[in-house]
């Protein structure tokens, strides 16, 4: 792992899971992890009710754009987290490789998002305690 380690978030649609991942690692971590997301086919926007949902719990994602996955958004990552969504993303050893099961938040309310918001935050604090723990081995 380099000195700063990065974690790389994929979805489909780069535009309610993953972003709201991002937010909350870039937020919680600071700037001790490098945090990228991206969509094997990335949307025009980020979900409305994901930004909504984030502004709630305190984390402003309104600036955020859907970017396309790439092999070197991968070879740059320590991790690699999918979002439950089948994505076939190139595997290079060295790297960890997560699959978060979640709900797609796609057309839904922000009354939908909340729990898939709060089921990610829960799994962002015990992946930073994760990657703090390395760091200091």
């Known amino acids: 792992m380099a000195d700063k380690p ?13 972003q709201m991942a991002a ?3 870039q937020h919680l971590a600071g700037d001790r992890i490098e945090v990228r997301s991206a969509g094997s086919v990335p949307g025009d ?3 409305p009710a994901a930004v909504e949902a984030m502004k709630e719990a305190g984390v402003d ?8 996955l790439t092999t070197e958004a991968v070879q740059a990552s320590d991790y690699v987290i999918t979002m439950g969504c089948g ?6 050893p060295g ?14 309310g922000v009354d939908a998002v909340r729990p898939i918001r709060d089921g990610i935050r829960t ?3 015990a992946l930073i305690a ?6 200091e081995t």
């Open 87 to 92: 994505d076939a993303c190139p595997v290079f």
């Open 23 to 25: 937010g909350f690692l």
């Open 130 to 135: 994760e990657i703090d723990a390395k760091r």
């Open 95 to 108: 790297k960890k490789y997560l699959d978060w099961a979640l709900e797609d938040p796609a057309g839904k």
């Open 123 to 125: 799994r962002i604090v």
């Open 45 to 47: 926007q980020v979900n």
């Open 61 to 68: 994602i309104t600036g955020a754009k859907p970017k396309i």
């Open 6 to 18: 990065s974690v790389l978030f994929v979805c489909v649609h780069n535009a309610g899971r993953s």
